[in-house]
T-cell receptor, first 116, second 111 residues
Framework: GAVVSQHPSWVICKSGTSVKIECRSLDFQATTMFWYRQFPKQSLMLMATSNEGSKATYEQGVEKDKFLINHASLTLSTLTVTSAHPEDSSFYIC????????????FGPGTRLTVT | RKEVEQDPGPFNVPEGATVAFNCTYS??????FFWYRQDCRKEPKLLMSVYSSGNEDGRFTAQLNRASQYISLLIRDSKLSDSATYLC????????????FGSGTRLLVRP
């Protein structure tokens, strides 16, 4: 149980285009989903927290107009990187927390974004 | 000061060795502590939660010292498959269930 999927697993896009990444909890309902970014040789940095049916909460320094997050259902959250630039190239990982659970988060396999 | 600090390593040990990793955290109000394992270019996977009384899972033992704000992970009888980066993870004090990740300690187990 507690499986989280992400799609796509990797994507290459041109500078200036937008990319949407999906995060799904496959066998549980996720009231809260988290989006992280990880640059090479660095740890995961939390970008934003999204709760189903409400606006996402962004961490300091993360542009909410550039990284659009939608959590439309209890099993799906999407992250759209708008007007992508090469510096947005990174490993984007989502995680989900089940309703009523403790602090444990279940991670998706990540999406590797390369902006050329 | 980083919220969660770890020695980046790498720790290069032979198979069968015992190795220990340490981690310190800055927020005394943190309540939940974890060790995650991350393989290269993969997502982190939960290794074990860390409880105040200390806990053991097979070859892995985790300890928590709240007074010193210090967490440790001990791996006994290292296997080649233990080679990975070990992330110390702590929750933030508020109720948003946010997790703060350390930068990780890299372990290399050699034959």
């Amino acid at each position: 149980g507690a499986v989280v999927s992400q799609h796509p697993s990797w994507v290459i896009c041109k500078s200036g285009t937008s990319v949407k990444i999906e995060c799904r909890s496959l066998d549980f309902q996720a009231t809260t989903m988290f989006w992280y970014r990880q640059f090479p040789k660095q740890s995961l940095m939390l970008m934003a927290t999204s709760n189903e049916g409400s606006k996402a909460t962004y961490e300091q320094g993360v542009e909410k107009d550039k990284f659009l997050i939608n959590h439309a259902s209890l099993t799906l959250s999407t992250l759209t990187v708008t007007s992508a630039h090469p510096e947005d190239s990174s490993f984007y990982i989502c995680s989900a927390r089940a309703w009523g659970s403790s602090y444990e988060q279940y991670f998706g396999p990540g999406t590797r974004l390369t902006v050329t | 000061r980083k919220e969660v600090e770890q020695d980046p390593g790498p720790f290069n040990v032979p198979e069968g060795a015992t190795v220990a990793f340490n981690c310190t955290y800055s927020n005394s109000a943190s309540q939940s502590f974890f060790w995650y394992r991350q393989d290269c270019r993969k997502e982190p996977k939960l290794l074990m939660s860390v409880y105040s009384s200390g806990n053991e899972d097979g070859r892995f033992t985790a300890q928590l010292n709240r007074a010193s704000q210090y967490i440790s992970l001990l791996i006994r009888d290292s296997k080649l498959s233990d080679s990975a980066t070990y992330l110390c993870v702590v929750n933030k004090e508020d109720s948003s269930y946010k997790l703060i990740f350390g930068s990780g300690t890299r372990l290399l187990v050699r034959p």
